[in-house]
């Protein structure tokens, strides 16, 4: 069975800094994307960042694009978004997703893992 563990959720002042990880256990092997999805209060979830395991396709949403940067490390089986120049609009649950689609972001429903997701609180 597979598992998305995310860690490195906080609260930061806008402007900081953050770094999200995301573990994968179990017998994960796929081709297609993964990365991160986070849903703010009283609105639908969305794409950030997702990549596939070569590296060579990366998505990122327009509202991050420039101060987030997706990255893995497949001997740690371990994807990672680092944020910076957070803003108070990135303020949402982040959620580590898994085996989805690589053309922009799809629905959510299209992927088949997700973590139980972490808060990012980003105060003005």
């Known amino acids: 069975q597979v598992h998305l563990v995310e860690s490195g959720g906080g609260s930061v002042q806008a402007g900081g800094s953050l770094r999200l990880s995301c573990a994968v256990s179990?017998?994960?092997?796929?081709?297609?994307?993964m990365g991160w999805f986070r849903q703010a209060p009283g609105k639908e979830r969305e794409g950030v960042a997702t990549?596939?395991?070569?590296?060579?396709?990366?998505n990122y949403s327009d509202s991050v694009k420039d101060r987030f940067t997706i990255s893995q490390d497949s001997a740690k089986n371990t994807v990672y978004l680092q944020m910076t120049s957070l803003k108070p609009e990135d303020t949402a649950v982040y959620y580590c997703?898994?085996?989805?689609?690589?053309?922009?972001?799809?629905?959510?429903?299209?992927?088949?893992?997700w973590g139980q997701g972490t808060q990012v609180t980003v105060s003005s």
């Open positions: 990549m596939n395991p070569d590296g060579d396709i990366i």
């Open positions: 997703v898994a085996d989805g689609v690589c053309v922009g972001f799809g629905d959510a429903y299209e992927y088949t893992y």
């Open positions: 179990g017998d994960y092997q796929s081709s297609n994307c």
